[in-house]
């Protein structure tokens, strides 16, 4: 059996756990490591896995970025074709794409094109993500580790906001989350009666800037100062914010900024916009333990499926109905993830913290603040 | 005796460590807690350390942020007399500041001020710093957690970025570093022969854009990519970029997304500027246990001097001439903080890696990187 395996998509702090996982059940000679995603499918850049490589990437496996390569790419119907071509030369039997959303449509599409030209291709997804945005499942490696960065950095930068708010007054965090709002609601996740963010804006929703500056105001007018996080894919007054465009599709982010003008114009009030950054999906000293063992979870199962003769699915996470979190590793056919959409985080959880918290718990691998349990109070006076 | 003690500047992820290692050796009674630092002292605000307080923050000494909290103020003669007299009213005989290089110049002149009332106030300060700008010592705490944190993100972000390359070509990430760039070089500390940022650039050097593009342009035809790191404080063509003003404070920043604006227009690749941001003064998990353990110990060490009826005195951190790192704590006279003025980063080091990694070595707290020992060759080809 040949087994072809990719990375695709914007890289987690846990994606090459799940690589390493699924290639260590393979011998070496089986496997064909497709270099940078879905560019290096259509362009035939692939090798042949050794001895040497196998080791490489197991010894590198707790590294962020993905080590095969990775990216975005549109994968037009041309360079679906051209991509199919090089697989039936090469006689690989299985395809196998660590990715989100858009990798497991690509999967189908391939799938799809393979049977028309009577082709026998067997794919598997398994799912990577730090939005959180994928269907059909309960969450995907990557999302909770970015989660535990998104929860931490923004208590911390409340302390030292609170620390300094004779010289600033309002602090915007814009994290990650182009169409949903899972991780910047993490952001409220050490949250007591007495600290946390003054409000957590969501793309799920529609704000205008108008609405943000009076919640800024009171949330100001009632302690002297206000953090506010907002996701980079929230749309003010209808018009999302962009930094800049790469291969057709839109780095998004800088609606931090535009709030940041209107604080400064409107309330008169010293402000500044900060975006979480790259770091929320690499920076290895955040992961959660349970992401990383899940993400080592799911590269396992595919590897089953693959030596099963399975076909179509994207391995998934389910929680199992038990006293504290238990996951279950799942198989979702990826027509349901594909015709899923987006998958939105439910009105339940923006409007009620505890209930999101619950969920959280399980997978954010942040011990329980210490300072809510002993005072409510604060120092500064 | 009684010690009024207080926090100004920007915070660190240690300073609470300081301020608890110093309350700790006086009785409730004896300590007043300055709120907000030097506005709280020319406004008089502050309060008795009774025992709750003294618990409180030995409680959150691991907390970032300020817990009396602390601001920045530009201290007039008139703030200056306005201070003393609360502190004559208030019979208070010792004043501890911990903070920077503005602090101890303040408490000079406060010091000064009291003795031309004749009033004998004695006056101690605790160093605190992210820059590392402080003259007369080694180094400072809060200082080594900052350079790790950007040295790990650093790290990071190169791998992501690696990981994108087809999408992604140009990353600059931008430090803290008003004037010296101590920590905008330590985002070279995990740099190995084959990774590393292509550039640093730092205050204590001038550039122009132009060469700025060349550089980046080298590297990217070298590989692909091309990441580099530039500290807030670097003029580009005799210009400092800022983000707004504040209480007659500049707020740096700016000058990577000038850089990632050039990059676009002139070398027409894609480009994200990055600011590193307040993680680098208060991520928590990023914290040197060095570090932490040095600004418990400077905290002390001021308890001392305070007792032994000492002043004038900021407490510093010099190297033991040794076989590895130590320690020594000292004593500096203010005036010799006062009169060094900035601290600037040697070209020994900004131009010799490894002169400056042995320095970093000892308090940086990052073990070495295991990936540069064992494989120079990255897997993506």
Redesign the interface.
Known sequence: MRVAVG?AG??TSVINQSLSAFISEFSPGDLYLI???Y?GLADD?M?QMGEE?QK??Q??KQ???????????SFTHEQIKRALSHLIRRKIDVLVFIGGNGTMSALHSLQQQAEAQGYPLNVIGIPKTVDNDIAGIDHAPGFASAAKYVA??TH?????????????QV?ILETMGRNVGWLASAAGYLSTESQGPDYIYVPEHEYSIDLIMKDVARAYRAKGYCLIVISEGVSLNNNQTS??N??G?T?LGGVSKQIEGAV?EKLQL???A??????Q??????VSKVDEAEAVLVGHRAAELVKGNESGFMIGLQRRDTIGYKAEVTQVPLHIVYDGGERFLPDYYINERQHYNKWLQGIIDIPEP??SK??GRS???
Chains 1, 2 share one sequence.
């Open positions: 990375q914007g890289p270099v940078n995603g560019e850049h090798i490589e490489h990437i010894m590198r590294e962020p970025g993905a080590l095969l390569g990775s990216g975005r790419f931490q950095s911390f930068s409340e302390l030292d906001l609170k620390a300094m708010r004779n010289f600033e602090r930094l800049s790469s291969r599709r780095i400064k010293t402000a500044r900060e975006l979480l950054g790259m770091n999906r690499c920076y290895r000293p955040a210490a300072v002993h005072s120092m500064i006076l």
